[in-house]
């Protein structure tokens, strides 16, 4: 519906509130050029409107340009997800046929399947892990620092307890060693996305430019759109600060803002995926 998706999001989503507000406010400040136009200054200071339209050429291709990179470090973040989605169901079948797990053993992998995807999301978030009480130097301290390796490097501990009793086909091994790894390839990705932010250098050049135009702006314009100039004016804020503001949050986009990716309701799919395939083998075996 046209409403539902294009007004009620202006009380709904708080990125599209504040939006609002930061428009309103900028309403508010072309008064002034309002009342420079009808006072008796109206004659001095007139900005040519051209000028203007040159400048929202260049914030145009700016703000292109910002979005689109933002954009793409969301939806890469996205795919890999994705793929850690349909990882974790290939290496839970994998396990489970070519592992020839107990009761016991099927509990574990299932438990260290399922925790993989929360511990990168809290990794991601900067949500510390909670930490052995070995010492600092022992290596159960060192991996439990980074929570995702801990539990690749347990899985693949049990892999190795079935070499020994030739319980495990050297091809078999590596049809869940590629599953093992793709699941440290989609960590070290994510991990890049993380800690490569948006270079500040140009964030801060495009918020100038930003506030350059928008504070000239009525003064340029009001000669000649009278006092439509208040409205346009909202209109060109309201979409130039709304395009930078969503930028700044999809380019970080393992948070909590609402524009992030909901990485709690993929973990959850994660989850009742491998239990849905570790439960569907336990009737099967029964």
Wanted: with cysteine.
């Amino acid at each position: 519906m046209p409403f539902r998706d294009t007004i009620r999001p202006l009380a709904s989503s708080k990125t599209l509130s504040s939006v609002s507000l930061l428009a309103a406010g900028m309403g508010l400040y072309s008064l002034l050029a309002m009342w420079k136009e009808n006072s008796q200054y109206g004659e001095y200071l007139d900005m040519p409107s051209d000028i203007h339209a040159a400048l929202l050429v260049v914030l145009g291709w700016l703000l292109v340009f910002r979005t689109n990179t933002a954009y793409s470090r969301w939806w890469e973040a996205r795919t890999l997800w994705g793929t850690l989605v349909n990882t974790s169901r290939n290496l839970s079948i994998k396990l489970i046929e070519f592992g020839r797990p107990d009761e016991q053993e099927r509990a574990m992998l299932a438990s260290l399947i399922t925790s993989f995807p929360c511990q990168l999301r809290d990794h991601l978030r900067g949500i510390p892990a909670s930490r052995p009480e070995d010492p600092p130097h022992s290596e159960l301290y060192q991996l439990a620092l980074h929570a995702p390796i801990a539990t690749a490097h347990t899985i693949y501990r049990w892999l190795g307890t079935r070499i020994p009793s030739e319980k495990m086909y050297g091809n078999e091994m590596r049809a869940i060693d590629m599953e093992l790894a793709k699941l440290l390839e989609v960590c070290g990705a994510c991990e890049r996305i993380a800690k490569t932010p948006f270079v500040r250098s140009y964030r801060t050049f495009v918020r100038q430019c930003i506030t350059l135009v928008l504070l000239s702006f009525p003064w340029g314009i009001a000669h000649d759109f009278g006092w439509w100039t208040v409205l346009i004016t909202i209109v060109v804020s309201y979409f130039m600060i709304g395009m930078e503001t969503i930028a700044e949050h999809i380019e970080e986009p393992f948070g909590f803002d609402e524009d992030d990716l909901d990485l709690d309701e993929m973990c959850l799919t994660i989850e009742r995926s491998v239990k849905q395939i570790f439960g569907h083998t336990l009737k099967q075996k029964n």
